[in-house]
């Protein structure tokens, strides 16, 4: 069997893998300036309610090491995971949607720390806004792959009847793309207009009027397949 053939039967995951080593090095750069200039008895925001307050703070070590070592778990599990589902070619022919999201949520997890060690440090960025905006981007790249997804188990709208009918993954996943594109023009449009406990709304309504629906669709879709 040729090499091309045998890459085609999975994601390849040095893209992630490689990206994954660009954010530790900036997350762990960003931490040794903080680790630098921080003051032994700093206070690093960790969480932030839905009113956009800090409601969790922590010590100068925790906060400075736990979202790199996040970075490196999340890393390691997603290299992982395409080894161990079935329907390694069809996965492989979605890894747009899969690989979008890995590095996705990893420009999120870094910009998030950097702004989360600047504001530490005496800044005052709008963290949530700025994580929301980030959120909006994300939604849209991954609205506008998942309609290119094929039936697999790891990237897409995923439901027994998805993964049973070829026809009620195709009409799911374009259905759940344009959900997730519209959730994400409407964050990125409001991200910086709108009070923070607004946007925590639309996230939480979006994002469950994204996974829901589609989901529903799909058996409707599947209960008319003759080919299912």
Avoid: C
């Amino acid at each position: 069997m040729s090499k091309n053939a045998v890459t085609e039967d999975r994601i390849d995951p040095r893209p992630g893998l490689i990206a994954t080593a660009a954010t530790l090095l900036l997350t762990g750069g960003i931490s040794l300036w903080g680790w630098q200039n921080l003051p032994d008895d700093v206070r690093v925001p960790m969480h932030w309610g839905a009113s956009g307050e800090v409601d969790r703070f922590a010590g100068k070590t925790e906060g400075l090491i736990t979202l790199p070592l996040i970075v490196l778990g999340l890393g390691l599990f997603l290299a992982i995971v395409p080894r161990l589902v079935p329907r390694r070619q069809n996965a492989a022919r979605s890894r747009h949607v899969y690989l979008a999201a890995w590095v996705g949520v990893l420009v999120v997890m870094t910009v998030a720390h950097a702004a989360t060690i600047i504001n530490a440090a005496g800044g005052n960025l709008p963290v949530v806004r700025i994580i929301m905006a980030l959120l909006g981007a994300l939604f849209l790249v991954l609205g506008n792959y998942l309609p290119k997804s094929r039936s697999n188990w790891i990237a897409g709208v995923r439901t027994p009847w998805t993964l049973d009918s070829d026809l009620a993954w195709r009409r799911a996943n374009r259905l759940g793309g344009i959900l997730f594109a519209v959730l994400g023009l409407v964050l990125l449009l409001a991200a910086f207009v709108l009070p923070v406990p607004a946007l925590a709304v639309i996230v939480l309504a979006g994002t469950a009027i994204s996974a829901i629906v589609p989901v529903v669709y799909s058996w409707w879709v599947w209960r008319s397949d003759p080919s299912r």
